[in-house]
């Protein structure tokens, strides 16, 4: 059974960073393509970063030059490393991957820009 479980989320100031993991379990992780997604409230889940098996990435034009997306296949982990973060960026941050033309999500981490 596919497992992904997201942690360090938190409250941090605006400005501040912040680094998400999210832990796979049930896939031989090196070869499947990950990503992480974002829902803020009142609003639809959006693409933040994806990472390939290959370490080729994506980001969001949002996050562009802010957030960094990486992967490490020993741990069957992949990170999304958060900078300058503003109160918009306010949400619930989730990952994901896709078996078998199935989508598995986390259970997410709640991620509150404020002052």
């Known amino acids: 059974q596919v497992q992904l479980v997201e942690s360090g989320g938190g409250l941090v100031q605006p400005g501040g960073s912040l680094r998400l993991s999210c832990a796979a379990s049930g896939i031989t992780f090196k070869f499947y393509a990950m990503g992480w997604y974002r829902q803020a409230p009142g609003k639809q889940r959006e693409s933040v970063a994806t990472i390939t098996s290959g370490d080729s990435t994506n980001y969001a034009e949002a996050v562009k030059g802010q957030f960094t997306i990486s992967r490490d296949n020993a741990k069957n982990t992949v990170y999304l490393e958060m900078n300058s973060l503003k109160p918009k960026e306010t949400a619930v941050y989730y990952c994901?991957?896709?078996?078998?033309?199935?989508?598995?999500w986390g259970q997410g981490t709640k991620v509150t820009v404020s002052s």
């Open positions: 994901n991957t896709n078996l078998m033309g199935r989508s598995f």
